[in-house]
């Protein structure tokens, strides 16, 4: 048998003892005054004269971090996963039945604690207990240094663990929390409406990504799990609700990294009578207000890097960008009407090593050659602006220019934060947006976006100038937790199922 085989046998044994006692080893509540880390702030300083002539009680629990035993004197040491304290055990000071519950206590399990406030002759912040309560078993051994758990697998797997024996990853999802609140708290501020729109679609729309399938089974129909909020939300801006957002998960049927994964977290909102520049100027202030609620400051350090998120952000076009890096890397001046022209913009491509596909134009290829040479050089706070048409189906064209429309990415710390774009208004152009989508689909583009016939419905009801924006929350929590992947900011990611991953390996 091996050694953890053991342990768990002998806190099975433990847990059946406690039971003989005539204790209940699964209570359904307990009643604490205090939380251990109210103890710690509001008493932790109070010195030895000053608890004594105070004589605080308390009741309080959390989980055993550490048991151990100096002849008479015996001593817990409790956690509630902020804070911890010390717990003073003595044998004439408890009930027999505590101390015998006592006895059969493991690393890692809940106890409530009754008792008083002291400082040990180690001058050591301590309870001194009157009282044990036995509140649930740990039946599996925790790691034994239960203060770092380095494996990612077990960490992403068996996140409760994680959370159990790391500190920094319970800091990192309490700060999700606040940045989360902090962007409602911003735009509930400036007029926004929260709302909600549907997670199964019966067509996939909103953005140019492969989706989940499902049916369902009373209605006898195909649904998509949703990719984008976004149609629906213009939907609501048509019917006349002027500013909305939502806090939304999507899903994408497409590969996993260190910043993507197939369920993530999305801040869409739409403004009626806001642009793209009028997008730009409000995700500035968004950013460093949040990052400055949450953190204290808009200085932030991601991997090596120093970021600061204090506007102006740096404005970028995406055809400059490409050109530049282009023409850097080639070693030779590239036109901006170069990566216009379909068959001079392949050429270069292929220059570059960069394979295209047989079915994509010159705004797809010069796209697709920012995308590999920049943005991952895109450091500090950077809105890339004016996109192709051809990438961009949903997005309003520039008046002097077809080929380009109006559309930001913004970037921070070599990926993207952030897209924005003046929404396309006009359902004839949008009609044939979509058309020309269709087309891309049937040359084998999977990702290549859906007709949808009830959205332009809507537009020919009348859309009012619009500025729309969708707001990676997961990657704007890796930013601002030091986080460089992003299952380090997703409390639950998917992960490959374990047989398939040893057959992958073997």
């Not at 697709?368 to 064209?397: A, G, N, W």
């Amino acid at each position: 048998m091996s050694s953890h085989d053991e342990q768990v046998q002998q806190r099975q044994s433990n847990l059946a003892a406690i039971a003989k006692l005539g204790v209940e080893v699964y209570p359904r509540t307990f009643e604490r005054q205090h939380t251990i880390s109210a103890l710690v702030d509001g008493y932790g300083q109070r010195t030895h004269d000053e608890l004594e002539a105070e004589h605080v009680t308390t009741i309080t629990s959390g989980r055993i971090l550490a048991i151990r035993a100096f002849g008479k004197a015996n001593f817990l040491v409790l956690s509630d996963g902020h804070a911890k304290i010390q717990v003073y055990i003595r044998q004439d000071a408890l009930p027999e039945l505590d101390f015998a519950i006592y006895k059969l206590l493991d690393f890692g399990d809940w106890v409530g604690i009754e008792g008083r406030l002291f400082r040990t002759k180690t001058n050591e912040f301590t309870i001194w207990a009157s009282r044990l309560h036995f509140l649930s078993k740990c039946l599996v051994p925790l790691p034994e240094k239960w203060h770092g758990l380095t494996d990612v697998e077990i960490r992403y797997r068996q996140r409760y663990l994680d959370l159990i024996v790391n500190p920094d990853s319970r800091r990192v999802f309490e700060t999700r929390g606040r940045i989360v609140a902090g962007i409602r708290d911003f735009m509930t501020a400036r007029g926004y409406l929260e709302v909600e729109t549907p997670m199964m679609q019966p067509i996939a729309g909103g953005a140019i990504a492969r989706p989940f399938v499902t049916h369902h089974n009373a209605l006898d129909m195909q649904l998509y799990l949703r990719i984008a909020p976004e149609l629906y939300l213009k939907r609501l801006v048509v019917g006349g609700l002027e500013k909305v957002f939502e806090i939304n998960r999507n899903f994408r049927n497409e590969g996993i990294s260190t910043q993507h994964n197939p369920e993530f977290t999305m801040m869409e909102f739409y403004e009626a009578y806001a642009d793209y520049q009028a997008l730009m100027r409000m995700t500035e202030e968004m950013i460093a207000t949040v990052a400055a609620q949450v953190l204290g400051t808009d200085q932030i350090v991601f991997g090596e890097h120093a970021i600061s998120l204090a506007a102006p952000f740096v404005r970028l076009s995406l055809r400059e960008a490409a050109r530049e890096a282009a023409s850097k890397k080639l070693r030779r001046e590239i036109a901006d009407a170069d990566l216009r022209d379909r068959a001079k913009a392949a050429a270069i491509a292929a220059d570059l090593g960069i394979e295209i596909d047989p079915g994509s134009g010159a705004g797809k290829i010069t796209t697709e050659i920012f995308e590999r040479l920049c943005e991952d050089r895109l450091i500090q706070p950077t809105f890339v602006y004016d996109f192709p048409t051809e990438v961009s189906p949903l997005s309003k064209q520039k008046p002097d220019d077809p080929d380009t429309v109006e559309r930001f990415e913004l970037y921070i710390g070599g990926f993207e934060v952030a897209n924005a774009f003046s929404e396309l208004n006009d359902p004839v152009e949008q009609r044939r947006r979509f058309e020309g989508q269709l087309q891309n689909r049937a040359s084998g583009d999977l990702e290549a976006h859906a007709m949808d016939e009830d959205y332009i419905r809507a537009l020919e009801y009348g859309l009012p100038p619009t500025g729309g924006e969708g707001v990676g929350i997961d990657r704007l929590v890796m930013l601002l937790t030091n986080s460089l992947s992003i299952r380090d900011v997703i409390l639950f990611p998917l992960m490959r199922k374990r047989e398939e991953r040893a057959a992958t390996e073997d």
